[in-house]
């Protein structure tokens, strides 16, 4: 099991309504990520944040956005919910910014399944 | 064009064959590749990486790179039950960090 955790573990919405998906990063961990996996699919990375501040984003609209806390801790927040945001959102966490070494590892969460009806 | 294209299965093996399994990639720039390994309700965990330039063994796990064709395989010899999950390949993020994954092999292993 990895230090990251990820609540709630599922939810139900409907069309048009707002969500908000929490993550808590490994201990000393300073930078997360978030991505969508659809059923069938990889993970489709949404953004990241780095000390608090956005620093790299997909290809999402913008009711897709995020928060990081002093204590890195994260949300994720999307608007408007549609049909297609039925996934599995995955929280990841590193310690560093990105050093494109392999042992710059992101540990993910167990995910939160998002049902849109 | 996705930069990685993997065939999704599902694949289904008995218990002890060998798994192969598959990815191509179109951007000759990336400095190694991974295999994440993904239980069902379950964030994908990674399982190993390969530097673009050879192979490696980890077990029973075999990843493997070929730059010419740009391909790159995942062997699991003797697979057990244990062995069913969803196998992710990924290559380098970017300076970012950000990963690319392909569409994962669902692989299931019979008794």
């Known amino acids: 099991e990895t230090g990251v955790t990820q609540s709630p573990t599922h939810l139900i919405k409907t069309r048009g309504q707002q969500v908000t998906l929490r993550c808590s990063s490994q201990?000393?961990?300073?930078?997360v990520s978030w991505y969508q996996q659809a059923l069938g699919q990889g993970p489709q990375f949404i953004f990241q944040?780095?000390?608090?501040?956005?620093?790299g984003r997909g290809n999402f609209p913008p009711r897709f956005s995020g928060l990081q806390f002093p204590n890195y801790s994260s949300e994720l927040n999307v608007n408007a919910l549609e049909l297609d945001d039925s996934a599995l959102y995955l929280c990841a966490s590193r310690g560093g910014q990105g050093t494109g070494f392999p042992t710059d590892t992101q540990y993910f969460g167990p995910g939160t399944r998002l049902t849109v009806l | 064009q996705k930069e990685v294209e993997q065939d999704p299965g599902p694949l289904s093996v008995p218990e002890g064959a060998i798994v192969s399994l598959n990815c191509t990639y179109s951007?000759?720039?990336?400095?190694?590749f991974m295999w994440y390994r993904q239980y069902s309700r379950k964030g994908p965990e990674l399982l190993m990486y390969t530097y673009s330039s050879g192979n490696k063994e980890d077990g029973r796990f075999t990843a493997q790179v070929d730059k010419s064709s740009k391909y790159i395989s995942l062997f699991i010899r003797d697979s057990q039950p244990s062995d069913s999950a969803t196998y992710l390949c990924?290559?380098?993020?970017?300076?970012?960090?950000?990963?690319?994954f392909g569409a994962g092999t669902q692989v299931v292993v019979t008794p």
């Open positions: 951007n000759s720039a990336f400095q190694y």
């Open positions: 201990s000393g961990h300073n930078t």
């Open positions: 944040y780095y000390r608090e501040e956005e620093n």
């Open positions: 990924a290559p380098s993020p970017d300076s970012w960090g950000k990963l690319q």
